[in-house]
Nanobody, 120 residues
Framework: QVQLVESGGGLVQPGGSLRLSCAAP????????MGWHRQAPGKQLERITT???????HYTDSVKGRFTISRDNGKNTVYLQMNRLKPEDSAVYYC??????????????WGKGTLVTVST
C-alpha cells in the first residue's frame, strides 16, 4: 500500500505553533482532495481540514481561525500550519489524499501519522 509521508510533529507549549508537512510519492499520478485528520487518545478519528486541487478549503469548527491548510500541487505536498495550539489539540495527526496511482483505481491514501503534543 502506497503511503503518504508526514513530518513536523513534536512537543509544543500551549499558545505555540507547529507546521506539518505531507508528501505524496510520485506513484500517485493524480491527487485530488488532500486533508488532515487527527485522533486523540480514547477518541475517534476526526477530520479537521481538507483542500481541493484548486484551493477550496474546509475546517472543522474547533480549528477555524487557528489552523491553515495549504498545498503545493507541483510537489504533491500538503501543509498544516497550526497556531495558538491548545492542550486539546494533542493527537496523532494523519495526512489523507484521494488519488489515482499505479492500480488505475481511485483510492484513499494515508500517512502513518505524526504525534503532536501540546503541554507545559
Amino acid at each position: 500500500q502506497v503511503q503518504l509521508v508526514e513530518s513536523g510533529g513534536g512537543l509544543v507549549q500551549p499558545g505555540g505553533s507547529l507546521r506539518l508537512s505531507c508528501a505524496a510519492p510520485g506513484s500517485i499520478f493524480s491527487i485530488y482532495t488532500m486533508g488532515w485528520h487527527r485522533q486523540a487518545p480514547g477518541k475517534q478519528l476526526e477530520r479537521i481540514t481538507t483542500i481541493t486541487p484548486v484551493g477550496i478549503t474546509h475546517y472543522t469548527d474547533s480549528v477555524k481561525g487557528r489552523f491553515t491548510i495549504s498545498r503545493d500541487n507541483g510537489k504533491n505536498t500538503v501543509y498544516l500550519q497550526m497556531n495558538r495550539l491548545k492542550p486539546e489539540d494533542s493527537a496523532v495527526y494523519y495526512c489523507h489524499a484521494d488519488g489515482i496511482g499505479t492500480t488505475g483505481a481511485f483510492e484513499d491514501y494515508w500517512g502513518k501519522g505524526t504525534l503532536v503534543t501540546v503541554s507545559t
